[in-house]
Structures are given as structure tokens and as C-alpha cells.
């Protein structure tokens, strides 16, 4: 029992320290990658508390691994920006001055309710009064409105 | 890029550790693995004394090695090679050919365990 709580006292430190390390980004909307990282973390800081057969570096390893590339990645990507649109994607307009690009949806998979869903968490309850709408990388909807 | 330098640190070290360790528990193993294959032939031609001894030198350097080796080795293989390990040294003295069932063994778990 005091080796699984000095375990878990030790994985809480890395994986805040962790979470610190990757920065302000992580807070906010996650991107693909920050996504995967973020759940895999997750999911590796439980296995060794669960089992306490496995040594604690081999469960900090991977850890660690895993935000350092991340941290790494996000960088370059910053360098080189058409490696950031092979991982992040890139934003897609779908709607320009009132009209729904169908297209645009198709490929996003989205319907017509899910844009105006979006579109009214942002206080627009007519498509008209859209000047342009872009789907973002992390997934959330960005809208201009006619002024 | 205070952050790219850390993780830049970080992933180096840890990639050094790992690479460090992985040859270092080789080596090891690979020398006691030598160890119980010549206690085996000592056996073989029937060299009792030559084979107790060099059980005797294996289970100390067993004993260094894993105290070291528990912090890159899962617990549990640990376990089965001290158990073997233990045995083997209980048989030492018995020239019944247990020992070589032990010795044999324990050059498999050591060839699996890291």
C-alpha cells in the first residue's frame, strides 16, 4: 500500500510537471495530436499504479517520451508550416456571405444542423447574417457576421 | 524555447538511459548465462567442486545484478529468476543432476528478461 501511494504521488507530480512542460496549449483547444498525446498520457500514468510489478522509470518513460516529442513536433511545425498542415489540417471555410458551402460539410462530415448548432452558441440564428464560417483544425467554429 | 530546450534534454536523456541499460542488463545476463553454461559442463565431467563454486560466485552476482536490474526489469521476472536461483543453490551440493535442470533453467529466463 505505501509503494502504490509514494506511486501515485510521484506519476501526479510527472504527469502536472507534464502537462506544464507542453504549456498553455494544452489548456485550451486541443489539436489532433495534443488530443492523442493528452489521452495516452492518460491511459500510461494508470498502468504502473495498477500494477505494481512494473518498474515506476518504465512507466515514466513513456511519459515523458511522449511530451517531449509533442513539445518538439510543435516547434518544428512552427519552422515548417506545411508539416503543421500535414498534422493539424488546415481551417475550412464553410459558409460565405449566407450560403453553406455542401461540399465543404461533406468532406468535414458535418450536417446543416451541427453548423447551425454551432452557429448559435455564437449567437447567430440566421445563416444570412454569416459573412464567412470556418471549421478550425481543433474542431470548433469560428463566424464573422455582416456588421 | 526554454520548453524545446528541456524536452530536447529530456528526450536525449531518456533516450541514453534507455539504450545505456539495454546493453548494460545484456552484458549481465550474457556473463551469468556464460556462468551457467560452464557450471553445465563442469557438471557434464562430473567437476562437482568447480560446478558448486561457480553456482555459488552466480547466485552472489544474481543478488548484485538485481538490485540494480529492478529498476528497468518488471518485478515478476525478478521473482522467477531468484526462485531458480534459490533452487539452484539448495542443489548445489546434490549431484542428483537437479542442479543442471536449474541451471538450464535459468539461462532461459535470462535470455527473456528485459
Partial sequence: ?147 | MTRVKISAGILILVVVTGVISHFWIRHQCGELTRQAQTALEYLDEDNFPAARQLMAEMAEDWSSLRKKAGIFVRENKLLEADRVCVRMIKLKDDDSGEAEAELSELTKLLANIY
Fill in chain 1, 1 to 147: 500500500m505505501p509503494v502504490t501511494i509514494i506511486r501515485s504521488i510521484i506519476l501526479y507530480i510527472l504527469v502536472v510537471l507534464a502537462v506544464r512542460l507542453m504549456g498553455k496549449r494544452q489548456l485550451g483547444e486541443l489539436q489532433p495530436s495534443e488530443l492523442v498525446i493528452t489521452i495516452l498520457i492518460s491511459n500510461i500514468a494508470t498502468l504502473p499504479l495498477e500494477d505494481t510489478d512494473i518498474p515506476l522509470l518504465t512507466g515514466i518513460t513513456p511519459i515523458l517520451v511522449l511530451v517531449c516529442l509533442e513539445v518538439l513536433i510543435s516547434w518544428i511545425t512552427l519552422r515548417f508550416p506545411g508539416l503543421r498542415k500535414f498534422i493539424s489540417g488546415s481551417p475550412k471555410i464553410i459558409v460565405t456571405n449566407g450560403e453553406l458551402d455542401r461540399e465543404a460539410l461533406t468532406e468535414l462530415r458535418l450536417s446543416e444542423a451541427d453548423v447551425m448548432s454551432a452557429l448559435r452558441s455564437q449567437q447567430v440564428f440566421d445563416i444570412k447574417d454569416v459573412r464567412q464560417a470556418v471549421v478550425e483544425t481543433n474542431g470548433s467554429i469560428s463566424v464573422k457576421t455582416e456588421e
